[in-house]
């Protein structure tokens, strides 16, 4: 019966676990953190991945992924926003010192608003 409800997604191993103590929680915190700052440095969002991590595992996410992913929601969205932001400006195509930066009109023939 377990392999029958584990195929069709009804029984999920994980969240028949009891949940984690806090020890083993600020252990796989701790062992993770260690991991990312090893293998990026230099990364820029290394610490929100960190955080994003601490939430799911504050959460419980194995043994409630539903809540964990509801009350962690907003480091994920700051975490996609982070690399997206490093893509662009690793590729160049973004400007460092800030708007001024940008040019004044998107296309040549943008009309001039104060005018029209």
């Known amino acids: ?3 029958v409800a584990y195929h069709h997604g009804v029984y999920i191993p994980e969240m028949a676990k009891g949940p984690k103590s ?3 929680v ?3 915190v701790a062992d993770f953190s ?3 700052q090893k293998d990026a440095p ?3 969002c290394k610490y929100l991945q960190i955080e994003e991590f601490r939430c799911l595992n504050a ?3 194995e043994s409630q992924p539903q809540v964990a992913s509801k009350k962690c929601m907003k480091w994920w969205n700051e975490m996609q926003k982070c ?3 490093q893509t662009k400006f690793n590729a160049g195509t973004t400007y460092i010192e800030g ?3 940008r040019r004044r009109r998107p296309y040549i023939f943008y009309p001039d608003f104060k005018y029209a």
């Open 1 to 3: 019966e377990k392999l």
């Open 22 to 24: 806090s020890d083993e």
């Open 26 to 28: 600020c252990q796989a």
């Open 34 to 36: 260690s991991k990312v």
């Open 42 to 44: 230099k990364d820029a």
């Open 59 to 61: 959460y419980q996410y």
């Open 83 to 85: 690399e997206w932001d």
């Open 99 to 101: 708007p001024q930066m």
